[in-house]
């Protein structure tokens, strides 16, 4: 691990003003339960670390209202999981949480970081392999002939087919949430859809400027939360990374769909709103038919390898199930 400099803020001003005022490569860290790995391994070198936990005092809380839900950036994993008001009103948060990491790191990890997580890219996080776009603009790929079986299948390049490991984003963007942040220019929101930039440039993972800092989560209210759920595929029960995901809210007139939201995770670049996949569904009866009908949307822009080809089925099916499933939810 090369040295830096580790500084803490008192709120959030301040941690913005400590990054604008750090060299090139300043981080602001909370769990730290993924910048510290890669940081260990070699995969990142920040100038500087910028401990924000004294923020939660004021961005640590979750506030249910008619509105809709506002998640601080420095609530824990685990205490927006078990939060009644998310756990009654909006599921598809809380299960991805549930799901996601293991109970030590739930405890410790902030909603703020888990948006922000890196890739699990062999080839990205072992600096031993030199081609990796990520880490050095213009190399490379090694995933695209190499191994491949957990990479992304949706939104890649030839550039990049890395895919996005998260849970908790995934629900947010199905949900339609927004991110706040504080910068240098002051506070914005962002659409969840807009943070995480697509594969043409992986060097660039977000939109997130110099400096700036996420502060909160708001999801709007709907008629869709109540009815929804994360359904995760994964090789083994306990902590391990979404071979495929869905984030899927459903509106529903009887057993007509009115409005029907999806996100996929596990198999593409980033958290991937499923638009193609809705329009299918809005306004039939939700049945095994349509919900095939739209699974094949989802997927028909796939650009597998041969080492993942099997994610494309394997990611049809399990949004078939989500879909079903999320449907006989009594609400």
């Avoid at 940081?39 to 500087?48: C, F, I, N, R, V």
């Avoid at 990520?134 to 090694?142: I, T």
């Avoid at 910068?183 to 700036?212: F, K, M, N």
Wanted: charged share 20%.
């Amino acid at each position: 691990m090369r040295p830096f400099r580790f500084s803490q803020a008192d709120d959030a001003p301040a941690a913005v003003r400590a990054a604008a005022g750090a060299a090139t490569g300043a981080q602001f860290i909370a769990g730290g339960t993924t910048l510290l790995d890669l940081m260990k391994l070699g995969s990142l070198a920040p100038d500087a670390l910028i401990d924000v936990n004294a923020l939660e005092a004021g961005h640590g809380h979750v506030v249910a209202d008619a509105q809709g839900l506002h998640l601080g950036a420095l609530v824990r994993m685990a205490q927006a999981a078990r939060d009644p008001d998310v756990v009654r009103d909006y599921p598809v948060i809380a299960q991805s949480l549930a799901l996601a990491a293991s109970p030590q790191l739930r405890n410790m990890a902030s909603l703020g970081g888990n948006v922000l997580q890196r890739t699990r890219c062999e080839y990205f996080r072992d600096p031993v392999w030199s081609a990796c776009n990520k880490r050095a603009p213009g190399s490379g790929c090694a995933a695209l002939d190499g191994v491949n079986r957990k990479h992304a299948v949706l939104g890649v390049s030839d550039r990049c087919i890395a895919a996005y490991p998260g849970d908790f984003a995934v629900a947010l963007t199905a949900l339609g949430a927004s991110v706040e942040t504080l910068g240098p220019e002051g506070p914005r929101s962002v659409p969840i859809e807009q943070l995480h930039h697509d594969a043409s440039r992986p060097e660039i993972e977000t939109t997130l400027l110099p400096g700036e800092l996420i502060t909160g989560f708001r999801v709007p209210a709907g008629g869709w939360t109540r009815r929804s759920l994360y359904l995760k595929i994964r090789d083994r029960q306990s902590y391990a990374f979404a071979l495929a995901s869905a984030a899927v809210a459903l509106e529903l007139d009887g057993a007509v769909v009115r409005s029907a939201r999806i996100a996929l995770g596990g198999l593409a670049y980033r958290p991937l709103r499923a638009r193609e996949a809705e329009a299918v569904l809005t306004g039939q009866a939700l049945s095994r038919t349509s919900a095939v009908a739209a699974a094949q949307a989802a997927f028909a822009a796939a650009r597998p390898r041969p080492g993942n080809a099997a994610k494309v089925e394997l990611g049809r099916r399990m949004l078939v199930r989500a879909l079903l499933s999320a449907g006989s939810i009594a609400v």
